[in-house]
Nanobody, 119 residues
Framework: EVQLQASGGGLVQAGGSLRLSCAAS????????RGWFRQAPGKEREGVSC????????YYVDSVKGRFTISGDNAKNTVYLQMNSLKPEDTAVYYC????????????RGQGTLVTVSS
């Protein structure tokens, strides 16, 4: 079973930045795209970004476009989510999971990492 390990969350002020990491025990992200979804208290899960979609480009939910960037390091088999200009509404537990575009395999997630953005 592939283990997806998320890290990098924390507390940051609005306008600040964080970088999340998602390491996998096996299978490269090029063969098995990975991304991030989030869940805030009392809200539905929301797919945030995926390293690949049907046309090969990265996927971003509209609310993070221009602020978040997903990237990968083949040597470390790790996917990163650089989050800039963070807003209080970005506060959530972020999970790494396998994905394709805006479709996420929620059951593939590992332990999440909490991102808290203070106003």
């Amino acid at each position: 079973e592939v283990q997806l390990q998320a890290s990098g969350g924390g507390l940051v002020q609005a306008g600040g930045s964080l970088r999340l990491s998602c390491a996998a025990s096996e299978f490269s992200f090029e063969d098995y795209p990975r991304g991030w979804f989030r869940q805030a208290p009392g809200k539905e899960r929301e797919g945030v970004s995926c390293s690949s979609s049907a046309d090969g480009s990265a996927y971003y939910v509209d609310s993070v476009k221009g602020r978040f960037t997903i990237s990968g390091d083949n040597a470390k088999n790790t996917v990163y989510l650089q989050m800039n200009s963070l807003k209080p509404e970005d506060t959530a537990v972020y999970y790494c999971a396998h994905c394709s575009g805006k479709i996420f395999l929620y059951n593939s997630r590992g332990q999440g990492t909490l991102v808290t953005v203070s106003s």
